[in-house]
């Protein structure tokens, strides 16, 4: 079955820059999430890098090759949240998510 | 836009099994794919499956046979229904909404139907 790999975790204070990495992507379209706690999901990149209405500029993606990003600039203690990225596997037509990246503002 | 309202919480004894809804408005339902998704406590979010825009479904493996997914489109309802169940089921459980062409991705989520396990 196919496999997204993240880092559980990232740490970055405010004001700076977080990355986080979702690595096996094989030039798959992929979609990320923001949850936070007792929350349901939400979506804030689709195809890569484009931002749903309402998701703050701060928020970018990029893709390249076997690896995607997920950049969140000047961060804010709001944005402390789990980070989930996704792909559609073609061959299964199933979903596949990443298994996470906790995101903690210092 | 799009809005989903699931039923509330559940408990269930261990092979029973349990049917959650999902109450469709402010988009057309029957033409879009509808997911289902579960996150146990600690842990990630899980694929369960879908019901596409003709009715049919896909189920991942880990649910394969004891997973029934449908729809009313009279009511712009989703329905899961999950059997056997195990305490490892004990999850929160999610539809949303099928965004893209193909319902490549989940642009809108319900709130979410806590779901215990427990003898």
């Known amino acids: 079955s196919y496999v997204l790999t993240q880092p559980p975790s990232v740490s970055v204070a405010p004001g700076k820059a977080a990355t986080i990495t979702c690595g096996g992507t094989n030039n798959k379209n992929v979609y990320w999430y923001q949850q936070k706690p007792g929350q349901a999901p939400i979506l804030v990149i689709y195809?890569?890098?484009d931002r749903p209405s309402g998701i703050p500029e701060r928020f970018s993606g990029s893709n390249s090759g076997n690896t995607a990003t997920l950049t969140i600039s000047r961060v804010e203690a709001g944005d402390e949240a789990d980070y989930y990225c996704q792909v559609w596997d073609v061959y299964s037509d199933h979903r596949v998510f990443g298994g996470g990246t906790k995101l903690t503002v210092l | 836009q799009g809005h989903l309202v699931q039923s509330g919480a559940e408990v269930k004894r261990p092979g029973a099994s349990v049917r959650v809804s999902c109450k469709a408005s402010?988009?057309?339902?029957?033409?879009?794919?509808m997911h289902w998704v579960r996150q146990a406590p600690g842990h990630g979010l899980e694929w369960m499956g879908l019901?596409?825009?003709?009715?049919?479904?896909g189920v991942a493996q880990n649910f394969q046979g004891r997973l029934t997914l449908t729809r009313d489109t009279s009511t712009s309802t989703a329905y899961m229904e999950l059997s056997s169940l195990k305490s490892d089921d004990t999850a929160v459980y999610y539809c949303?909404?099928?965004?893209?062409?193909?319902?490549?991705?989940?642009?809108?989520w319900g709130q979410g139907t806590q779901v215990i396990v427990s003898s």
């Open positions: 402010g988009y057309t339902f029957s033409d879009s794919y």
């Open positions: 949303a909404k099928g965004g893209g062409m193909n319902g490549y991705y989940f642009d809108h």
């Open positions: 019901i596409n825009p003709s009715g049919n479904t």
């Open positions: 195809y890569n890098s």
